[in-house]
């Protein structure tokens, strides 16, 4: 079984993580509406079939994208709250 | 188009309904903890409902719509947009303000910094979002019942407005929260039965129902950059919505609500999710409407999904969306209504005038008059705007949210030489600068003042405010001789 961290540096972990996700939320909202806005033409690529194009597939992605990022952090956040409960016990 | 009486129906059980559920609350409000935040009380799944509840407007089920039955793909700019801000909110707001405040983020901001300046700002930027949020919802509810039932725009957005008065009056944040619980699950199953219709006419292909759509519209539903006409302003708006909703104030509300920082944290998984699934649906939905509405559609584009769903499921799908339409509605002004008249009773009276020496019941008192004053003024305003292009007002919070609540709220938590004098005149240079820029913008600036040309070419402010707000948060905290708060 893996030692756990001390407290202190699951918080840590936790607080780099949750800059670094948000950064990322945020970068591929914002280069997702400069590639439409552009009409760039990747977006109009078609993936499946003739309609279903890179423009709908990737908006799929990224929600599915950002379920992914807050499990993430929820599970860092699950494990801090554990820790946090048995030092209260003790 | 007029409804049918099964519409009407739904309408009257929605609304008797409300009226149950608020007489219940009001007998069971004790105190400012009630009032404001239902007593801390409600529990993660509720309150993660509840604040999807909050977010999902009549914009996100009419109007995202709309946008594929007259855009097309564009549309797909709302559905990521609606997700991307809740991450954020979780990520760098969420645990940290359920900890630091009590009522409102306000309470947030004062725990850092000094007390006065922070609630003047707070006050400021929270009145004039949820005013400009609140004139757009009553605009669509006056539209939408006048529509369905032909009622005249002027009683149809007065007995909204009664109706809001009333929940928020009475019931304060316990009323609130289960009329928005009551919503968004009318809302998630409505958008359910809808999509399980439109799967059982085009099949599990989406490149069926797609390929419908262009039959129907053209391929120019498939070109991308028909919303937004410049790629910076297009950027803007993607930095409204992915800041804007951890700045929310009707949202931040919701994170007092319940009883620890955990649930908060909960609260918000749940609500992300929930936006998240809602908005895939209505992308299936958008594109169904746009091969199923037929063109110009009675009532305007804004009702592309009840005329939708009466393509799928005949009068009675139509009046149950419509129903749901106008929960929607009603709900979300509920929120609004009682996030503004917080900002005058707790912060301006309780903690600016009466330098926090006021009784919880004389705090309940102004907070009912302020709904009641609040409630008349928009009301008013609606019926003033009723033939103005409001489609501006609907994005106006969000980028004020960005520019102002949001840079303010996430430099207190998390940068040290943050001073009181840097965060007041940041905030007040990103209230400035993105109200000020949208109404120089064509929305406003030619298309409701009349001029020849816009004074600012972009239609969405939010790189230049939220930039501004950084960059004068910055200086004025960095060359602050003072910053004995910081």
């Known amino acids: ?90 | 188009m007029r409804s049918g009486p099964i519409a009407t129906l739904i309408f009257g059980a929605f609304v008797v309904a409300t009226l149950v559920i608020t007489y219940w609350s009001s007998r069971r409000v004790r105190g400012t903890a009630g009032f404001y935040a239902a007593g801390g009380a409600v529990p993660p799944l509720g309150n993660g409902l509840a604040m999807a509840g909050d977010y999902l407007s009549a914009a996100s089920f009419l109007g995202t719509i709309a946008v594929f039955y007259s855009v097309g793909v564009d549309g797909l700019l709302y559905v990521v947009g609606a997700v991307a801000g809740w991450p954020i909110a979780m990520f760098l707001v969420g645990e940290r303000l359920r900890d630091w405040g009590r009522y409102t983020f306000s309470d947030a901001l004062a725990h850092r910094l000094d007390e006065r300046p922070m609630r003047l700002l707070a006050a400021m930027s929270t009145l004039t979002l949820c005013a400009c949020y609140l004139i757009a919802q009553l605009v669509g509810a006056g539209t939408l019942v006048e529509t369905l039932f032909g009622v005249r725009f002027e009683y149809s957005v007065s007995a909204v407005g009664v109706l809001m008065i009333s929940y928020v009056s009475f019931g304060g944040m316990v009323a609130t929260t289960w009329i928005q619980i009551i919503k968004a699950t009318l809302l998630m199953l409505t958008a359910v039965a809808m999509v399980v219709l439109v799967l059982h006419r085009f099949g599990l292909d989406p490149n069926r129902a797609i390929a419908a759509a262009v039959g129907a519209r053209g391929e120019i539903l498939m070109r991308p950059g028909r919303l937004v006409s410049d790629p910076l302003s297009a950027v803007s708006l993607g930095i409204a919505f992915a800041l804007g909703p951890a700045g929310l104030p009707h949202v931040l509300m919701r994170f007092f609500t319940v009883k620890d920082a955990q649930s908060a944290r909960r609260s918000l998984a749940i609500a992300t999710v929930l936006i998240g699934l809602f908005q895939i649906l209505v992308v299936l939905l958008g594109y169904a409407a746009a091969a199923l509405v037929g063109s110009k559609p009675s009532g305007g584009v804004n009702m592309a999904a009840v005329h939708l769903a009466r393509a799928l499921g005949g009068e009675s799908l139509a009046g149950i969306a419509a129903a749901v339409a106008f929960a929607t509605i009603l709900a979300v002004v509920s929120g609004l209504i009682l996030a503004g008249a917080s900002a005058v009773s707790h912060d301006v009276f309780k903690h600016l005038w009466k330098r926090g020496h006021a009784s919880e019941a004389a705090e309940i008192r102004v907070s009912r008059l302020a709904t009641l004053g609040l409630g008349t003024l928009v009301i008013g305003l609606a019926i003033a705007f009723q033939h103005e292009n409001i489609g501006f007002l609907a994005t106006l919070p969000l980028v004020i949210a960005a520019s102002v609540n949001f840079p303010v709220l996430v430099l207190a938590m998390h940068w040290r030489r943050l001073t009181t004098r840097g965060a007041f005149a940041g905030g007040v240079t990103g209230l400035v600068l993105s109200v000020g820029l949208i109404v120089l913008s064509k929305r406003v600036w030619v298309d409701v003042l009349g001029h020849s040309h816009a004074a600012f070419p972009y239609e969405y402010p939010t790189v230049f405010s939220l930039g501004g707000a950084l960059l004068v948060t910055v200086i004025a905290s960095m060359s602050d001789r003072d910053p004995s708060d910081s």
């Open chain 1, 1 to 90: 079984m893996r030692p756990v961290p001390p407290l202190e540096t699951l918080l840590r972990r936790q607080r780099t993580l949750g800059w670094s996700l948000s950064a990322g939320v945020f970068a591929i909202t914002v280069g997702y509406f400069a590639l439409m806005g552009s009409d760039a033409p990747i977006m109009r690529r078609p993936v499946w079939g003739r309609w279903v194009t890179v423009a709908n597939v990737a908006a799929v992605a990224i929600i599915a994208t950002f379920f992914v990022s807050i499990t993430l952090y929820g599970r860092i956040a699950h494990r801090i709250d554990e820790l946090r409960a048995g030092n209260t016990h003790r």
